[in-house]
């Protein structure tokens, strides 16, 4: 396999990563990535930007150093109904919207806690996919998690970072992957980077992917005409 566009990137306006977008741009483009997404946090996660900061991304251009540059978010799940930390009239500057649980944000709950957290979070229309399902400070119930994915049309993550940073992933990995195989979920390869160098660094996903034979038909982000696709199946979706 081979990834086109990285789908979950940051810049210093995490507040905890290290490369600005221009760093990050020219660290794709000497990669010989054609795409990839800003997915910067949002406002819960400590040190991030204010959400009005997606208000400013009509005013990026569309490409740097021949590269394209994608408006996106990684929105903080809040609390077990799935609510997420990005109002709509924030969401509407964006092209892809990912969600998550993080540590600093929320703390674990039961299994049925974390699973209804997750399922809310994909019911909302704005929302593309889960950040890192593999993260073994929250249990799952996956079954019921790709079940959901495959019903809206939604996307699960395989996130290089999250292997390297999360002690148990792998073994998570194991588990949801077979699922969204058996479903036809389908995924979208990242690397999680917060260093311009990580850009499109996704060598442990796609072992993982590989060892388990997973289709690559299901990987939205293989190509950019994939993406793009995906994208437009997104417009349908919110009707813009």
Known sequence: MNIE?????????????????????????????KG????????????ACPEFNLGTYPYL???IDGVRIFPGVESNIIDFHGSIDVREKYLKFTDYVIAGLHEVVIKTGTK???TQAVLG???????????????????LDYETVVKEAAKLGKLLEVNNHSF??????LANAAVYLPLCRQYGVRMAVSSDAHFAFNIGKN?????VLEDLEFPPELVINMTMQRFEGYLEERKKRLNL
Do not use: C, W
């Open 5 to 33: 566009v990285d789908t979950h990137t940051h810049t210093v306006l995490s507040g905890h990563a290290h490369s600005t977008l221009l760093e990050n741009a020219a660290a794709a483009a000497k990669k010989g990535l």
């Open 36 to 47: 990839f997404v800003m997915t910067d946090h949002g406002p819960n996660l400590p040190g």
């Open 61 to 63: 251009p569309s490409h």
């Open 112 to 114: 049925a806690q974390n």
């Open 121 to 139: 979070a994909l019911s909302n229309p704005y929302v593309d996919i889960i950040a890192h399902p593999d993260n073994p400070s929250y249990e």
């Open 164 to 169: 390297i940073h999360r002690k148990g992933g």
């Open 203 to 207: 060598n442990l996903a796609l072992s």
